[in-house]
């Protein structure tokens, strides 16, 4: 067993969802089954093999600093389930 | 039991880059809430993020500019967290590959030179800015995506003091290089602070805290300064120090618990797979490296070898970058080094203080305070009347060969003049004659205030000396 139901709790309360008892259950068994799966990568041996961090090698997607346009106010707030007065309006949150 | 204190510094500066960080949005500050978005900086689902060149060759800048070595290859990484102002629950930041490692700053304390480690740089976006009204939490994105270099220092400073001064050379050197503009008003300089004590002479860290929220350096000063005594005290309580976040109450003039360690973030940290690997060649490196300028170290140093200043005078003009060109523009027009550094070191920066205001913000022009220094050398006007013209300067931005004209404060050299006033003086003043007669010479120096009084300090003072001199013989 790699991941116990109190790995799912924990990883469902950082990703702020909520599961039943039964879908607890579920996904620790679903993630078992994934990571035993996984598991064998483990048996290649990459002991001088660098990070990689894509499939394809690809360097420097670089942007000159001009400019642009930004986009217009109401139409990117209409991708906000709720907005006022310009602000993305969200339920109250102090940290 | 004697304890030491260990404190590191997270500084996050905003770069000065026209554009964002991973879009063509503007970085302009203010505007109006979120008209300076698009689908990248909201976070919107499929928009795609691309680095900004200039965001690379800044943050490299500022790595030079703080010895430290460029790592050739990196890449980006996700940092997971909800908050509101963080629009895709994750930052685009670097983990493992920070673009700069294993720099120093110097300090300069009791003791000599000190050089603090610089452990890593990263460049980053910063997050957009959340109001919290009494009904909801209101968002505006215009700050999300700014560019932001994070400098990490290692844990080598030891006194709150330490750490200012860390934080003052910094700023300096920020923004000598223009890579920011270091305003800490407008939040494009931020300080978090890591702070732990332990018994003096041990190896071991003890536990540390985290210290966040102080709004300028006075405030980080006085944070450690708090927080460190009370780690000791509670140590001598025998209580122990727990690893947490604590926020400085600018108002009570304390730390207070934000979150401990079981509520501490777990981000999650993974290689962004929205972008791909970053490498910058030694040509890339050395074409910054030769944009470089003189660095305050180097500049301060120089007006101690060249202009001969005194060591402190030195550090003072050389503190800002403002500061320096004002100085430098000041003897470029004429006026003497120490002539320009007296009058910059005394009047300029006295009125400044009592004004709560910056070098950046003066109206006098650095060829009219040389002009006001000519003015004083070649005899026009007196030392006492060029303060006042220097507070006019100060006021209006005005020639000082105007308002010298204007308002007839032309030195009188006049020996007869002078002669007449002094005559009125003592004339005035028989105890004084009196008193000088008797062998008192304090005497004179009454009567030559008088006489500069008279005279509306325009009178030439040597002249006045002499000639108080030769009238009082007379007598
Ligand atoms: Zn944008």
């Not at chain 1, 389930?81 to 940290?95: A, H, M, T």
């Not at chain 2, 999650?268 to 890339?284: A, G, K, N, Q, S």
């Not at chain 2, 002094?422 to 120096?445: C, I, R």
């Amino acid at each position: 067993m790699l991941v116990t139901i109190r790995d799912v709790e924990y990883v469902a309360k950082l990703a702020r969802l909520e599961f039943t008892e039964e879908q607890k259950q579920r996904f620790t068994e679903d993630l078992n089954g994934i990571l035993n799966y996984v598991e064998m990568l483990n048996e290649v041996d990459t002991e001088n093999v660098e990070i990689s961090i894509g499939a394809y090698r690809v360097e420097n997607a670089l942007r000159e600093d001009v400019v642009k346009d930004s986009f217009n106010r109401d139409s990117l707030l209409k991708n906000a389930p709720d907005s006022q007065d310009g602000f993305v309006k969200v339920p109250k949150v102090i940290e | 039991m004697e304890f030491e204190a260990i404190i590191g510094l997270e500084v996050h500066a905003e770069l000065s880059t026209k554009t964002k960080i991973y879009c063509g949005c503007t970085t302009e500050f203010g505007g109006e809430q979120n008209t300076h978005c698009c689908p990248v900086c909201m976070g919107l689902p499929g928009a795609l993020p691309v680095l900004n060149k200039e965001v690379v060759t800044y943050a490299m800048k500022a790595g030079l500019a703080l010895n430290c070595e460029i790592n050739k290859e990196t890449y980006m990484a996700r940092k997971n967290y909800f908050y509101p102002d963080c629009p895709k629950n994750y930052q685009i930041t670097q983990d493992e590959t920070p673009l700069c490692k294993n720099g120093y700053i110097e300090i300069t304390t009791e003791e000599g030179t000190k050089k603090i480690g610089i452990q890593r740089i990263h460049i980053e976006e910063d997050a957009g800015k959340a109001l919290h009204r009494e009904d909801g939490t209101y968002v505006d994105f215009n700050r999300s995506g700014v560019p932001l270099i994070e400098i990490v220092s290692k844990p080598d400073m030891r006194t709150a003091q330490e750490a200012k001064m860390y934080l003052e050379n910094l700023k300096a050197i920020l923004q000598y290089t223009e890579v920011s503009d270091c305003k800490m008003e407008e939040g494009s300089l931020r300080c978090d602070a890591n702070v732990s004590v332990r018994p003096k002479g041990s190896t071991e860290f003890g536990v540390k805290t985290e210290i966040k929220n102080m709004n300028s350096f006075k405030a980080v000063e006085k944070a450690i300064e708090y927080e460190i005594k009370r780690q000791i005290e509670a140590i001598n309580r025998g209580e122990k120090i727990v690893q947490e976040t604590r926020r400085w109450d600018e108002a009570k003039g304390e730390t207070v618990v934000m979150r401990s360690k079981e509520e501490a973030h777990d981000y999650r940290y993974f290689p962004e797979p929205d972008m791909v690997y970053l490498v910058v060649d030694d040509e890339w490196i050395n074409n910054v490296k030769s944009t470089l300028p003189e660095l305050p170290d180097k500049k301060r140093a120089r007006y101690i070898s060249e202009y001969g200043l005194p060591e402190y005078d030195a550090s003072i003009l050389t503190s800002s970058k403002a500061l320096a060109a004002f100085f430098e523009d000041t003897v470029k027009e004429g006026a003497s080094p120490k002539d320009a550094s007296n009058w910059i070191m005394g009047e300029v920066l006295r009125t400044l203080n009592d004004r709560e205001m910056s070098i950046e913000d003066i109206k006098v022009q650095p060829k009219h305070l040389s002009k006001l220094i000519e003015l004083i050398n070649n005899g026009t006007i007196t030392g006492t009347i060029a303060k006042k013209v220097f507070k006019d300067m100060f006021e209006t931005g005005d020639d000082p060969e105007k308002i010298v004209n204007e308002k007839g404060m032309v030195q009188i050299s006049d020996e007869n003049a002078i002669r007449d006033i002094v005559n009125k003086v003592l004339d005035e003043n028989p105890q004084s004659v009196e008193d000088f007669k008797n062998g008192k010479t304090k005497a004179m120096g009454f009567v030559v205030g008088q006489v500069m009084k008279a005279s509306k300090g325009k009178a030439n003072p040597q002249l006045v000396n002499k000639l108080v001199e030769e009238e009082l013989q007379k007598r």
